[in-house]
């Protein structure tokens, strides 16, 4: 059997494997995605990604496609509501929110931006092969076995039968919320589980009378029947995403014909006479009809050996809040960083043991705030508290060797951002129109208070000795920022460790005996370095 060697193997060209295949790329790293579907499905399923989610795209270089690509401004809300039908009066869904309103780009360079997943999948699959990524469909994974130097993964080409290997240092698991590689591995997930499942269809319909110009993002409806929902699919609105749920017990997804599912968009909408149309969700096929299950669960280990879950494969939740597609994106966000840190050897192996530590907590917050906002918008009611929306998109803080000393977890309101450890670094505004954001994504950076001259030099000197690039800007010197000790709650003789992810892995509030000492031993604990 022939066989083929890359550095990492990403089982599932979705979303998040996609993802994954572009950080890692831009980074450098040899990089395999396995897909087994001919193209990319054109279900919409994500409607946006968030603040957050769009900085790390900006590290590498799809923020302008993606705002160009949203179907909505920047400024544009996307409006959530409750009613019985399309066409009757509506319930605004409320987000909750701790504080007064403060507008996103005082915390972000970015705001919310609307972009469907089947658009921004395709600008990720082709950012991905422009950066050298090696992208293949039709392409199913038959077994994994693993061993203390790597991972030999069996292929199957579908459209041949042919069947391969491939020898990986490490392999990423983005395979779905029914992942065979979690089963595999025999990983166990917590949660409800099975909320409910549902069929849906994109459909051409003119709804405009329903609509009567009303601004809508999402309709939670109870006609057809409860857990039924319409979104908008473009500009004109005469393109919808519906949905509808289901019993498999009792009815399959081939029980949906194309005549059926028009009857329930009629239905769904309050008008009797409008003609409905379906369009094909896999490319080169005539399926017009797909059924997923709404789950909410969290695996128990995001890892084992040298194999790693991400997206859907790590966590399933709910599309309720919109958390989910951002959660799976910032997953291969923050083990990218640290995969390519391993294979480079300027990190230390221990290094990959803190994405399971910093992610897998933030999974749990991410499909609890989900089922929250489920019971709250679909069900009985919320069984949680529902935190303010920011802190759990941006204000979320990892308690890990990678931060060491920090313990907190406490998500915060992103407008409370000021450098607390294990948080995203602060956004404030440069003299020359830039962001504090633009220095992160790509090494280690060291910002110093005003007088932190031995902090910027201790740097430089760790870059050589240790190999590990860690850029310094003297505040005032360096940079100019506004506000910049404050915005970062450090003295003149301050400093912030910013980790390659943007998250602040240290923070010395004043001056050190030695920064040296104290900036090296950091850095070896960010790092799991023995040296």
Do not use: C
Not at 230 to 241: A, E, I, T
Not at 319 to 344: C, R
């Amino acid at each position: 059997m022939n066989q083929q060697r890359t550095q990492v193997l990403v089982v599932g060209g979705a979303l998040t494997g996609l993802s994954a295949a572009v950080f890692l790329a831009h980074r450098g790293v040899r990089v395999t995605v396995l897909e087994r579907h001919p193209d990319l499905l054109l279900h919409p399923r994500l409607r946006g990604i968030t603040p957050r989610t769009v900085e790390v795209f900006d590290q590498v270089g799809l923020g302008p496609a993606i705002r160009k690509e949203s179907f909505r401004g920047e400024d544009d809300a996307f409006v959530p509501l409750r009613a019985n039908t399309l066409a009757d009066e509506y319930e605004p869904v409320e987000e909750p929110s701790h504080t007064e309103f403060v507008d996103p780009h005082t915390y972000s360079t970015s705001a919310f931006a609307r972009i469907d997943q089947d658009r921004l999948e395709i600008l990720l699959r082709d950012r991905g092969r422009e950066l050298g990524a090696d992208i293949r469909h039709l392409t199913e994974v038959t077994s994994l076995d693993q061993d203390a130097d790597g991972v030999t993964v069996t292929v199957r080409d579908r459209a041949s039968g042919d069947e391969g290997a491939i020898r990986a240092d490490y392999v990423i698991a983005a395979d779905g919320s029914n992942s065979r590689i979690r089963t595999w591995l025999g990983v166990e997930t917590d949660g409800p589980g099975v909320l409910f499942n549902t069929i849906t269809a994109i459909v051409d319909a003119n709804l405009s009378a329903a609509v009567r110009d009303r601004r809508i993002g999402i309709a939670y409806l109870q006609k057809p029947r409860p857990f039924s929902s319409m979104m908008p699919h473009d500009k004109s609105g005469s393109r919808w995403l519906f949905s509808t749920g289901y019993d498999p017990r009792r009815e399959s997804v081939e029980d949906f014909t194309a005549e059926r599912v028009a009857g329930m968009v009629r239905d769904a909408s309050g008008l009797d006479e409008i003609d409905v149309s379906l369009r094909p969700q896999i490319p080169g096929t005539d399926v017009t009809v797909l059924g997923f299950p709404i789950s909410a669960h969290v695996a128990r280990s995001y890892h084992s050996g040298r194999v790693f879950l991400a997206g859907d494969a790590a966590r399933a939740q709910p599309p309720t809040g919109g958390f989910g597609g951002s959660t799976g994106i910032q997953d291969a966000h923050n083990l990218a960083w640290k995969l390519a840190a391993v294979l480079t050897e300027w990190a230390g192996p221990g290094l990959l043991d803190t994405y399971d530590a910093e992610r897998r907590p933030y999974g749990v917050l991410a499909m609890q705030q989900a089922y929250a906002r489920f019971g709250d918008r679909m069900a009985d009611g919320a069984q949680a508290e529902l935190l303010e929306y920011s802190a759990v998109t941006m204000g979320f803080r990892y308690a890990s060797a990678a931060v060491p000393g920090n313990h907190e977890t406490e998500p915060i309101p992103a407008v409370e951002l000021s450098a607390q450890p294990g948080t995203r670094a602060p956004h404030r505004p440069t003299a020359d129109g830039g962001s504090t954001l633009d220095l992160y994504g790509e090494t280690f950076v060291l910002l110093a208070g005003r007088d932190g001259q031995e902090w910027a030099k201790a740097a430089k000197d760790l870059s050589s000795a240790m190999g590990v690039e860690v850029r310094s800007y003297v505040l005032g010197a360096d940079i100019d920022v506004e506000d910049g000790e404050k915005a970062h709650a450090i003295g003149a003789d301050g400093a912030v460790l910013v980790r390659p992810d943007g998250f602040v892995a240290w923070r010395s509030q004043s001056d050190a005996t030695d920064p040296a000492a104290a900036l090296a031993e950091v850095l070896r604990a960010v790092l799991a370095r023995r040296d």
